[in-house]
């Protein structure tokens, strides 16, 4: 039975009107997919048309270039909406092809032709695919303050493109419908999403984009003949270029390039996974689901490896259908469905193609600034969900400067733009690489931490109490301490030992307990099997339970809620994070 939505609003913003879980009405499905497509097809085209008209190749290829990217940003939104084992988000996520790849991908086929291009893409898709198998044993490095920095990037590195289309105008149109055209469209979009209601806030982005090219269309800036032109079905003409695997010279010097590239971009993906989690449930503490993570970046890897062998520029998932969830309030899996096979119908419909492409410049230049802005919000948000201390801070702050730097060309951009084909020209590049390796080095530098291996179980307890005891008093911590954080492990083993019963009988689980000391106090972290229900989500939800399991389910949690600061589960494939913070009296 399909859960009822509230219909309620909170007072600080756009309420959720269709969580992921839920079945929107058809025609309100169809209508923000419809959205999402339309807002997006011109970015999935733009990009692989750049790198074939900037690598010099032909007219025939550039078509099946574009085509193919379509085509798998189609197939992988798709299944981004559902969740199969470890395949797909199970959320709105809308796939694309990558802005990033740009230097790389022109480099490649500069130097070796649509073969070399879809021999890198191949390898380089491995990078997802291994990030998405062992996520856990990145947790440490790809944090919120990385993830949530490399979103607020993206306006930084976006920004050049859209002075881009605002600047010039057709020969022989007047100069004042391109920046009147773009006024409007910001204004209508702007003033909509912050006032408007119900069905008028979720048609913003379409009415916006009208408006603005009825202007555009009024001083002459739509291109009609173009649509006129084109045909109304074409059935496509497949030609992927193959494999190189000669494994030449030029292969060997792009290789690293194209590696870092796919770490930034599966990152991407994971911020967008992340950040759409944040705007698709009704109860904003909800604790973030690293297995749909993995699921979107099994995806993001998948996604390359069909363009590869395409022949294609590479992708990843875009935050576009965050701030447009955010905007509407519907995140059904429904609307991610209706975008990706309007994507892959839209690949057969050439004058429905042109219709897009006609679309002038400054219109989808207002249209972006609003998405723009709320992305960076959206990336403020996720830095400082788990609270931004001066370490963190210090990372971010470093991070989002180095990115603006490079991406202007502030700091020696002769040597910048020279370096692995400009990679670290890109503002997102640069700064997203710069938290990584700030983040990996404190986590090197960091004091060492206490740790004890033993079976998930409560028999072993004495060990462990024996364990916290010692590191109590290496800590400088009286025994007071000890039984404090003896007794706030004990009853998250009780609690996580709930879920033993889902568990098959013949595996016995091992917990691996991580001890390490904090200005104000001491950070445990449980490392153990898989269960079903996160901890952190129902510590959150005390009270709302009732009968029987609120005495049998509550006392533990209750307990475990008094006796630390905070409680933190992450959830992935193979195996479960809880991070339990106590504080030192």
Same mark, same amino acid.
């Given at each position: ?24 009405? !058809? ?68 796939? @694309?092809?990558?802005?990033? %790849? ?11 032709? !649509? ?70 469209? $910001? ?12 069905? /008028?806030?979720?048609? *913003? !982005? ?14 002459? /800036? ?20 193959? /494999?190189?695997?000669?494994? #030449? ?19 991407? +993906? ?25 699921? @979107? ?13 395409? #022949? ?5 998932? +875009? ?5 447009? +969830? ?37 219109? %989808?230049?207002?249209? $972006? ?18 609270? /931004? #201390? ?9 991070? %989002? ?49 206490? =740790? ?6 409560? *028999? ?28 706030? +492990? ?19 689980? =091992? ?15 449980? %490392? ?32 475990? =809620? ?24």
């Amino acid at each position: 039975m399909t859960p009822t939505p509230s219909s309620a609003p909170p007072p600080s913003g756009p309420s959720v009107r269709y969580q992921p879980d839920e079945t929107p009405p !058809p025609r309100l499905a169809l209508g923000v997919g419809l959205q999402l497509a339309v807002l997006n097809i011109a970015a999935v085209m733009l990009i692989p048309m750049v790198v074939m008209r900037a690598a010099g190749m032909p007219d025939s290829y550039l078509a099946w270039a574009v085509l193919a990217s379509v085509t798998v940003c189609g197939l992988t939104t798709v299944v981004q909406a559902f969740r199969a084992g470890r395949i797909g988000a199970g959320h709105v996520l809308v796939m @694309g092809t990558s802005g990033a %790849f740009i230097p790389a991908s022109i480099m490649a086929l500069v130097e070796g032709g !649509p073969a070399l291009l879809a021999t890198l893409v191949v390898v380089s898709a491995l990078v997802p695919l291994v990030l998405s198998w062992r996520l856990s044993l990145f947790q440490r490095i790809l944090t919120p303050a990385v993830s949530g920095t490399v979103i607020m990037l993206i306006p930084v590195t976006v920004l050049p493109f859209i002075s881009g289309l605002l600047s010039g105008s057709p020969e022989g149109i007047g100069t004042t419908g391109a920046p009147l055209s773009f006024l409007v469209t $910001l204004v209508v979009i702007g003033g909509l999403a912050l006032k408007a209601t119900g069905s /008028l806030r979720l048609w *913003s !982005p379409v009415i916006g984009v009208v408006a603005g090219s009825a202007i555009a269309a009024y001083h002459g /800036l739509y291109d009609l003949e173009r649509v006129v032109a084109a045909e109304w079905i074409d059935l496509p003409r497949p030609s992927p270029p193959g /494999l190189d695997l000669g494994f #030449g010279p030029d292969f060997w010097t792009l290789l690293p390039s194209f590696l870092l590239v796919a770490v930034i971009a599966a990152v991407r +993906t994971m911020s967008s996974s992340v950040a759409v989690q944040r705007v698709s449930w009704r109860r904003k503490d909800r604790a973030i689901d690293f297995r749909a993570v993995q699921g @979107g970046v099994a995806v993001d890897g998948v996604g390359n490896l069909l363009a590869g062998l395409a #022949g294609t520029v590479p992708g990843s998932a +875009t935050t576009t259908s965050v701030p447009l +969830t955010q905007l509407t309030g519907v995140a059904a899996r429904a609307v991610g469905i209706v975008a990706g096979a309007a994507f892959i119908a839209l690949a057969f419909l050439p004058k429905a193609f042109a219709a897009i492409l006609a679309i002038p410049d400054p219109v %989808f230049a207002g249209y $972006l600034v609003i998405l723009l802005a709320m992305l960076f919000a959206i990336g403020m948000k996720i830095v400082l969900q788990d609270g /931004l #201390g001066y370490r963190e801070g210090l990372v971010v702050g470093i991070a %989002f400067l180095a990115g603006v730097s490079l991406q202007y060309g502030v700091v020696f951009p002769e040597h910048v733009s020279g370096f692995a084909g400009g990679l670290f020209a890109n503002g997102m590049n640069a700064g997203g690489f710069a938290a990584i390796l700030m983040t990996l080095f404190l986590r090197v530098t960091a004091p060492r931490r206490s =740790r004890i291996e033993t079976p998930a179980d409560l *028999s072993e307890l004495k060990t462990i109490r024996r364990f916290l005891s010692d590191f109590s008093s290496r800590s400088g911590w009286g025994r007071e301490m000890a039984d404090r954080l003896a007794a706030a +492990t004990e009853e998250a083993l009780l609690t996580l030992g709930e879920d033993a019963a889902t568990a098959r009988e013949d595996a016995r689980r =091992r917990l691996l307990i991580v001890a390490r000391r904090e200005a104000n106090g001491a950070v445990l972290e449980l %490392f153990v099997a898989p269960g079903d229900e996160n901890l952190q989500d129902r510590v959150a939800l005390l009270g709302e339970v009732e009968g029987e399991s609120l005495v049998e389910r509550e006392v533990s949690l209750r307990l475990l =809620r008094h006796l630390a600061s905070s409680v933190r589960h992450r959830q992935y494939h193979d195996t479960d994070i809880v991070t339990v913070r106590v504080e030192a009296r």
